[in-house]
């Protein structure tokens, strides 16, 4: 599958924007990001990008879903923020932003 930079600028730009512009505490703002860019699929990045992008996919919904009832009573990502210390979302901060990176390099043919 050949990589669709112009959808993944269009991903990752906003994302990108949301760390660095808001004044939202750390959480809140790779919550944010995340929800910019979690729709794509690993196999839309390239293979380095990839790595990233997985790693970056894991370590925001490790913590999983609490169901209750059979119903999602809080969604995995929120799950996972509730619980993560804040030098664990910096590194998470800095992974979306080295993403975005290699995304806006191959975007803008670097």
Do not use: C
């Amino acid at each position: 599958m050949p990589v669709d930079t112009d959808r993944l600028w269009e991903k990752l730009y906003p994302a990108a924007w949301k760390l660095a512009r808001s004044a939202d505490p750390i959480h809140a703002r790779i919550g944010d990001a995340f929800r910019a860019f979690r729709d794509l699929k690993g196999e839309e990045f390239g293979p380095e990008e990839r790595i990233i992008y997985n790693e970056i996919t894991d370590r925001m919904t490790k913590a999983g879903p609490i169901v209750e009832n059979g119903a999602v009573k809080t969604g995995a990502v929120a799950n996972t923020l509730a619980s993560m210390p804040e030098a664990e979302a910096s590194e998470i901060a800095e992974s979306v932003f080295e993403l975005f990176v290699q995304v806006a390099e191959q975007h803008f043919g670097r």
